[in-house]
């Protein structure tokens, strides 16, 4: 799949079969979050993957926005370093790479909680100067995924030429 397909497909998934994740599909997923590029190659981040089930458990009862967490076949707890000013938009990209590049081998995810992650924190024994910002559970999707099938505005309002409010000319150039 090459990434604009990637992009254009990738749905978020909150329901997973019980089929595993292989672990050389789970290393591509955290290897693409170690290789994202980074301000200045801070790399403000640490990744703590989850495959135990009491484990996956944990992380469900810590994320109110993420029950499901608990039915996915492995999590990822995103932390950053709490004095970079850059950690969030850095670790940003690295789970969007996580991501697309689980889709790509079929396994779907989706971003769950965001900052106030403390007791995600504490059940990793994730060190105070580090915020956990996001858990990403993992899984094949429950359901055949229609990607692609998504509801989004049209180009023009979200896409400007030039100035912001100038209509969005693509093949201007």
Do not use: C
């Amino acid at each position: 799949m090459d990434v604009f397909e990637a992009v254009r497909t990738v749905l978020a998934v909150r329901q997973y079969d019980s089929r595993p994740v292989p672990p050389e599909t789970i290393e591509k997923v955290v290897e693409a979050g170690r290789l994202t590029a980074s301000a200045m190659n801070g790399q403000p981040w640490h990744f703590v993957v989850v495959t135990e089930r009491d484990g996956l458990e944990e992380l469900s009862d810590a994320v109110k926005t993420g029950r499901y967490v608990r039915d996915a076949a492995f999590a990822i707890a995103v932390a950053v370093e709490r004095d970079s000013i850059l950690a969030v938009s850095d670790a940003s990209r690295a789970i969007q790479s996580m991501i697309l590049v689980a889709w790509e081998d079929g396994v779907g995810s989706n971003w769950t909680g965001f900052r106030g992650l403390d007791a995600v924190r504490a059940a990793l024994e994730i060190p105070d100067d580090y915020d956990v910002i996001a858990v990403l559970p993992f899984g094949y999707p429950a359901d055949e995924r229609l990607g692609g099938k998504k509801s989004r505005k049209p180009i023009g309002e979200v896409a400007s030429s030039e100035r912001f409010g100038e209509p969005w000319r693509p093949s201007d150039r």
